[in-house]
């Protein structure tokens, strides 16, 4: 363990494309080659600096670390393009796309073993992207996963917005965000139980007791959802939850340090 806490990293910017638009993030990059890609996706409202952390401690640990700012998902100190009013969790999916066709492009990473890590919003978007390219994604770890925002969307309550469900408006304010219609639209009729099926990799999911935003019972029938499919599919893969007493959505320094030692056990490559 000393030498991967040691290992020196050197640390750059990245941009790539989704269409017109420009993605900018950072790149964790170890000394080496084939070296395995860890692309890590920040929640709603949030920025890459929200988790830095993951990004450093996956290269430490050998891997190819990116993280990025979603288009038009950050309220603060985004960089990359896009207006929040056309964001939505399938945009995300497709930024994210976009990052990993160019991770996957550069010659020091290995393009065939991918992990996927999200936070909230991001946990979903990672869920539903690894679910669509199962092939070059070998592990997707899903930190307090916001698998509630499709049933969130049909009441017509998402966390600080509330709206008529059957009448969605063109525009309308989620706290400091303006949203648009495509928010919505985009999820309200998701099943996400069924959508992240297809993913035969390993699964690491973490939440707390004290989550308000995401009631703990979506991520343990994601837990369920993925352990079922295992065992009907004779999946040779691991599928983990780790329930952290007294961690709220978007953890304490305290209890990163637990889940964070859950990432380390998850995908040490030694």
């Known amino acids: 363990m000393r030498k991967q806490k040691n290992r020196k990293i050197t640390v750059t910017a990245f941009e790539c494309k989704r269409g017109r638009l420009t993605i900018r993030g950072t790149q964790y990059l170890p000394a080496g080659t084939k070296l395995p890609i860890a692309i890590v996706s920040h929640g709603f409202m949030a920025n890459q600096d929200t988790v830095r952390q993951y990004a450093k ?3 430490k640990l050998g891997y190819a670390a990116y993280c990025f700012d979603f288009c038009g998902g950050c309220v603060i100190k985004g960089k990359s393009d896009g207006k929040t009013t056309e964001m939505s969790v ?5 930024d994210l796309e976009a990052v990993i066709q160019y991770a996957k492009s550069m010659p020091y ?4 073993r991918i992990v996927l890590m999200g936070c909230s919003q991001g946990g979903l978007v990672s869920a539903l992207t690894a679910a669509k390219h199962s092939d070059i994604v070998s592990k997707l770890i899903l930190f ?4 509630c925002i499709p049933y969130d969307a049909r009441r017509g309550k998402m966390l600080l917005a509330e709206f008529d469900p059957k009448k969605i408006p063109d525009r309308f304010r989620c706290g400091a965000m303006k949203l648009g219609r495509c928010y919505v639209e985009d999820v309200i009729r998701m099943n996400p139980y069924c959508e992240i099926l297809g993913f035969s990799g390993d699964v690491l999911l973490v939440h707390g007791t004290k989550d308000k935003i995401v009631d703990l019972k979506y991520v343990k029938k994601a837990y369920a959802v993925y352990k079922k499919e295992t065992i009907e599919k004779k999946l040779d893969r691991k599928v983990e939850l780790h329930i952290i007493k007294n961690a709220k959505h978007g953890f304490s320094k305290k209890c990163d340090r637990v889940a964070a030692g859950y990432i380390e056990q998850f995908c040490d490559l030694h």
């Open 57 to 59: 401690k996956l290269a």
């Open 144 to 147: 307090y996963p916001a698998v």
């Open 90 to 94: 399938l945009t995300e999916v497709k």
């Open 109 to 112: 990473c290995d393009a065939g």
